[in-house]
């Protein structure tokens, strides 16, 4: 059962939660280990487990061996219950302590309950008593994210990026294991070093979790520049098709998309409570826009229609999936650029028209910037995209060296979004905000 849990689990976590692990080669492969971390969610023990190839049994509140197929859930997976109210856990306690002497791995949550959202505090001492009694090595364990995964008082998870941290070992001398077995100071000494080494990682993550939550409930941001792009471009294919006498038939496939799109942004800005769902809409409705509006704006332009327009509609719309795990400020500096690159591609093709010309553009931005920028699942984003692009080309056999000035548009795309909109976009770089785990 375990064994089937943790294949099934691994590759839907990091699907679901973006699940990154560091520090694996920190947890001994034999011999008695206690895995201690803080706990902020649901999820944690099996967090803890997936990727770690030995069996870990967990000390698991006594509450949930009552729930019907939950507990036997559980305990087949090897847990065990404690009594979390203090003083009456001698029992689990005995049962720790004999799965350590027996060699084998131990999982345990010291603050003896789910975390509020802060650091660590003050522990209960049994892991270092346990320790001092088995002689087992303590590997501390950051969680980070899995609070924004799953909050608290929420019944449901929901997609957020989390990052399980196995820190350096702690094994403590034999000298003091014996000289001082019932020192009450050196237990609690012994619990300040496991809450250090979860904290240095957590404190950064807490942070993160704490300015992106204030930032959803801020009052919209004014129209951004980009987002004036679709005006300009209706009145540019509106110039376009006066000329070529053909503003009569096209007009309203030009500026009606334009007027919904802009009173979106009029409703965002004066009736939307802000909030994560409205500022996410907000951030990914130019590409939407995009991709519903450009068949429209292409005729109007009188320019090649495009091949393969279902297939870069595709691709654009599922190169968004990793940036339900990304921080805020990357999503914005994506839809900047891939809305740059698809309206200075259109330009180009006023100039040097191609019917793979959108869409050589748009995908070369997004393996640019996903390897750039090492977003989630950069990898696979990128094998997809360049096999939707080499797909294109084998079935329309329109390769022709002018599509290199449309690569290029994409590279230099993403060096104006290094270069200028970094320092606006990024504030992580001046500490503010922290995604990952510090080291």
């Keep these: 059962m375990l064994a089937l849990i943790k294949l099934i689990g691994r590759p839907l976590f990091r699907v679901l939660f973006a699940v990154e692990y560091y520090g694996l080669e920190n947890v001994p492969a034999s011999g008695p280990v206690i895995l201690a971390g803080n706990h902020p969610s649901y999820l944690d023990p099996l967090l803890i487990a997936i990727p770690i190839k030995r069996i870990i049994r967990f000390m698991a509140w006594d509450a949930l061996f009552r729930v019907p197929l939950l507990g036997r859930l559980i305990r087949s997976l090897g847990a065990f219950p404690v009594d979390i109210r203090r003083g009456k856990g001698e029992a689990a306690y005995r049962e720790a302590l004999r799965v350590l002497e027996s060699g084998d791995a131990l999982g345990i949550f010291p603050e003896g309950q789910r975390s509020e959202a802060g650091p660590m505090g003050e522990l209960r001492t049994g892991v270092a008593r346990l320790a001092i009694e088995s002689g087992a090595t303590i590997v501390p364990i950051t969680i980070g ?3 924004r995964a799953w909050p608290k008082h929420k019944l449901l998870p929901k997609p957020a990026k989390i990052i399980v941290r196995y820190h350096q070992p702690i094994t403590l001398a034999q000298d003091d294991r014996a000289a001082r077995r019932d020192d009450r100071g050196f237990h609690q000494a012994v619990m300040a070093r496991v809450a250090a080494s979860i904290n240095r990682s957590l404190a950064p993550a807490l942070r993160g979790s704490s300015h992106f939550e ?6 919209p941001s004014h ?32 500026w009606l998309p334009v007027a919904l799109y802009y009173l979106y942004l009029i409703a965002d800005l004066t009736v939307f409570r802000p909030q994560r769902e409205t500022k996410w809409l907000r951030n990914i409705m130019p590409v939407v826009f995009i991709i519903g509006w450009h068949y429209w704006l292409i005729r109007a332009l009188d320019v090649p229609a495009g091949a393969m327009n279902l297939l870069l509609a595709g691709v654009t719309l599922a190169a968004f999936f990793p940036y339900f795990w990304e921080d805020y400020y990357t999503l914005q500096k994506f839809v900047r650029g891939l809305v740059v690159v698809y309206y200075f ?20 931005f997004i393996t640019i910037f996903s390897v750039w920028y090492r977003t989630n699942f950069y990898r696979a984003t990128v094998v997809v995209t360049l096999l939707a692009m080499g797909t294109a080309f084998y079935l329309t056999n329109a390769i022709e060296i002018r599509l290199l000035v449309y690569a290029l548009l994409a590279a230099a795309a993403v060096g104006y979004l290094q270069t200028f909109v970094n320092a606006a976009y990024d504030i992580r770089k001046a500490g503010e905000v922290t995604t990952k785990s510090a080291k």
């Design 145 to 147: 994210g899995a609070s």
């Design 223 to 254: 129209i951004r520049s980009y987002e004036l792009a679709p005006l300009v471009a209706a009145l540019i294919a509106t110039l376009v098709a006066g000329l070529r006498d053909t503003l009569g038939q096209t007009w309203w496939r030009v």
């Design 214 to 219: 204030k930032w959803y409930r801020q009052p």
């Design 345 to 364: 591609s259109l330009a180009l093709m006023l100039g040097w028209p191609h019917p793979l010309g959108v869409l050589v553009a748009t995908f070369s």
